[in-house]
């Protein structure tokens, strides 16, 4: 079975400040991870993703997220947080064959304050 | 640039109805898929399609549910007598296969199913 974790409900950061939001994974064999966010009324946009290479990914409106196999972990960052960031983050983990099912955290709600 | 469409955006029904639930992926994207989010919950998946079968589905979709490409274009999502607990927000989503062989889904922007 895979899983994910997000372990904040919600972050708080001030504008140009930077920002991490946190996610672990569980999953058997190679996982395949994304950030998707989710404004209010809307869809999933899908952020970045790390399928293989290197552990550094960089996606959408300056976000980017590292890869760490050993710490099973995929946290998403920005370097310098806008208002326009405040949403909620939804981290998702796959694994090779089958119908590549995606499965999701709780999310985390990202508010960035002026 | 492409997307996901679905519709419609808002259906009410009673319990014990059918209700069709319809998305248009985006044209050349091999994989489809339906997820639900309860509101307040995170997204859970429902099934996933490919090559005009079904090729996961998780316990969620049971006997009542089922999934169509009727056309070559619209992929649907038949929930045959609607329970009060099926109310939730549905997308659908789509991918290709990319040069590593997977790639992002994208999604629709949803339909919400309110079931009274």
């Known amino acids: 079975a895979q899983s994910v974790a997000q372990p904040e409900d919600q972050v708080n950061v001030a504008e140009g400040n930077p920002l991490t939001v946190k996610c672990t994974y569980s999953v058997s064999g190679n996982p395949y991870l994304f950030w998707y966010v989710q404004y209010p009324n809307r869809g999933l946009q899908f952020l970045l993703k790390?399928?293989?290479?290197?552990?550094l990914v960089k996606g959408s409106y300056g976000f980017e997220a590292e890869f760490n196999k050993s710490q099973t972990s995929f946290h998403l960052k920005k370097p310098s947080a806008l208002v326009s960031d405040s949403a909620l983050y939804f981290c998702?983990?796959?694994?090779?064959?089958?119908?590549?099912?995606?499965?999701f955290g709780t999310g985390t709600q990202l508010k960035v304050e002026l | 640039e492409p997307e996901v469409t679905q519709t419609p955006s808002h259906q009410v029904t009673q319990m014990g109805q059918e209700v069709i639930l319809r998305c248009v992926p985006i044209s050349n994207h091999l994989y489809f898929y339906w997820y639900r989010q309860i509101l307040g919950q995170k997204v859970e998946f429902l099934v996933s399609f490919y090559n005009n079968e079904i090729s996961e589905k998780s316990e969620i979709f049971d006997d009542q549910f089922s999934v169509e490409r009727p056309d070559g274009s619209n992929f649907t999502l038949k929930i045959r007598s609607t329970k009060l607990e099926d109310s939730a927000m549905y997308f659908c989503a789509s991918r290709d296969r990319g040069a590593s062989g997977y790639n992002e889904q994208f999604f629709g922007p949803g339909t919400r199913l309110t079931v009274l």
């Open positions: 790390y399928i293989t290479g290197d552990n």
């Open positions: 998702a983990v796959s694994k090779a064959g089958g119908g590549n099912k995606l499965t």
